[in-house]
């Protein structure tokens, strides 16, 4: 399976249910891939997919609730793992309300940090602190997340870099952070959430040293 699914969510769907619709909320949240439970026909799931360009796959995961939506999301990708929900609905096909409370909460962090939890995987880069890990962009190399427990830290040491990096930011504000560089080491003071923002994990991007970056402007 396609490591870029990050999250896939499996409907436990019944003969109400609107392939278009649970597919298209799938794709609104940033999740790559479904599975379907239930559906005595997949043909309109299969057209749905590939309207919205998601692939259907075959998948059980853990229920989804909005108590555990977030923490549960940060664990599968510690875990090095695909991110599986179950999601129930009603007798009409409907989202049930607990699952509309998660699937929101779901689709407002995905919306910020969801690049950066799809494309990335396990980094080389070491950390000692069990508040954050790092993973890296598995398509460009230069670009290392580090998904960070709440409350935040004043400042992250990441170990194991070659060279002092390019830039560090919060991948939701794009705010350039300070950091030092030494033995390796690269330290990032953390600037706090934005006032009535407040994730239960957050996301800094750090931009390695890229050979390229050397090269200077040649005229003619």
């Not at 278009?20 to 799938?26: D, G, S, T």
């Not at 940033?30 to 057209?47: F, N």
């Not at 007798?91 to 607990?98: C, Q």
């Not at 996301?203 to 040293?209: A, D, G, S």
Request: glycine share 4%; aromatic share 10%.
């Amino acid at each position: 399976m396609n490591p870029d699914y990050g999250i896939i969510l499996n409907f436990k769907v019944n003969a109400n249910a609107n392939a278009q619709k649970l597919v298209r909320l799938a794709r609104n949240i940033g999740a790559r891939a479904i599975s379907i439970e239930g559906a005595k026909d997949l043909a309109p799931y299969k057209e749905a997919c590939k309207d919205y360009t998601i692939e259907l796959v075959n998948a059980h995961g853990i229920d989804l609730t909005s108590a555990n939506a977030i923490d549960e999301l940060i664990n599968f990708k510690r875990n090095e793992q695909h991110a599986v929900f179950n999601v129930e609905l009603d007798e009409m096909g409907d989202l049930l309300d607990e699952q509309k409370t998660a699937l929101t909460l779901l689709n407002d962090w995905m919306h910020w940090f969801g690049h950066a939890y799809n494309e990335s995987g396990k980094s080389t880069l070491k950390t000692t602190d069990s508040n954050y890990f790092i993973c890296e962009n598995r398509h460009a190399k230069y670009q290392v997340y580090v998904f960070i427990k709440s409350p935040l830290p004043k400042a992250i040491t990441v170990a194991g870099l070659e060279h002092e990096p390019m830039r560090a930011e919060w991948i939701d504000e794009r705010v350039e952070l300070p950091f030092s560089f030494q033995n390796k080491e690269v330290t990032v003071e953390l600037s706090p959430y934005p006032d009535g923002i407040d994730y239960k994990w957050r996301v800094l991007r750090i931009m390695k040293h890229r050979p390229e970056d050397d090269i200077k402007e040649t005229q003619f």
